[in-house]
T-cell receptor, first 112, second 114 residues
Framework: DAKTTQPPSMDCAEGRAANLPCNHS???????VYWYRQIHSQGPQYIIH???NNETNEMASLIITEDRKSSTLILPHATLRDTAVYYC?????????????FGTGTLLAVQP | GAVVSQHPSWVICKSGTSVKIECRSL??????MFWYRQFPKQSLMLMAT?????????EQGVEKDKFLINHASLTLSTLTVTSAHPEDSSFYIC??????????FGNGTRLTVT
């Protein structure tokens, strides 16, 4: 699986949009970009994933560059409960047997 | 959505004893589950891939005789930490998915070995 690079930490004001970047310059054509977050002492929570096109769901938006070498996770209106470590992961395909390899992630601190 | 349940959520055991952790997929069948370990202030580290009806596949550096994995049914995988020592104290997390859906994670098990 390709590796990803994320900033170790970011701050965001409550109510503002949080934009979390991720570089995955060695991504292969069949690899998806996944985003998970982990709130302290809990298991990771799935947020969103995409292959080429931008994606949006009730939690967030995922913007993938045209060359697919980087992406940005957008939390449109951050709340204090969004404080967590956010992991950007590339994973081959969407098969049930394809494992996820976690990097170090970005600690997002939402400030009141 | 897919729900993965882990039990227990925390356990304290004495050095030298064994501890079993259960991972269940509540509303779907999972032929494959994954076990992770996480030390404080570190990321999740994949330990092994649990395959229903066959042997688990362990990542490099993970002792298969120490971390016994059994995937007896399509909804249950167990991880047994044998002869636990204080350095095995960690946060153990399982995950599972069905074809075409993202991996979902349990809420983890905090193991403390005294």
């Amino acid at each position: 699986d390709a590796k990803t690079t994320q900033p170790p930490s970011m701050d965001c004001a409550e109510g503002r949009a949080a934009n979390l970047p991720c570089n995955h310059s060695t991504i292969s054509g069949n690899e998806y970009v996944y985003w998970y977050r982990q709130i302290h002492s809990q298991g990771p929570q799935y947020i969103i994933h995409g292959l080429k096109n931008n994606e949006t769901n009730e939690m967030a938006s995922l913007i993938i560059t045209e060359d697919r070498k980087s992406s940005t996770l957008i939390l449109p209106h951050a709340t204090l409960r969004d404080t967590a470590v956010y992991y950007c992961i590339v994973r081959a395909g969407i098969g049930a047997t394809n494992k996820l390899i976690f990097g170090t992630g970005t600690l997002l601190a939402v400030q009141p | 959505g897919a729900v993965v349940s882990q039990h227990p959520s925390w356990v304290i055991c004495k050095s030298g004893t064994s501890v079993k952790i259960e991972c269940r997929s509540l509303d779907f069948q999972a032929t494959t589950m994954f076990w992770y370990r996480q030390f404080p202030k570190q990321s999740l580290m994949l330990m092994a891939t649990s395959n229903e009806g066959s042997k688990a596949t362990y990542e490099q550096g993970v002792e298969k005789d120490k971390f016994l994995i059994n995937h007896a049914s399509l909804t249950l995988s167990t991880l047994t930490v044998t002869s636990a020592h204080p350095e095995d104290s960690s946060f153990y997390i399982c995950s599972a998915s069905t074809l075409g859906s993202p991996l979902h994670f349990g809420n983890g098990t905090r193991l403390t070995v005294t």
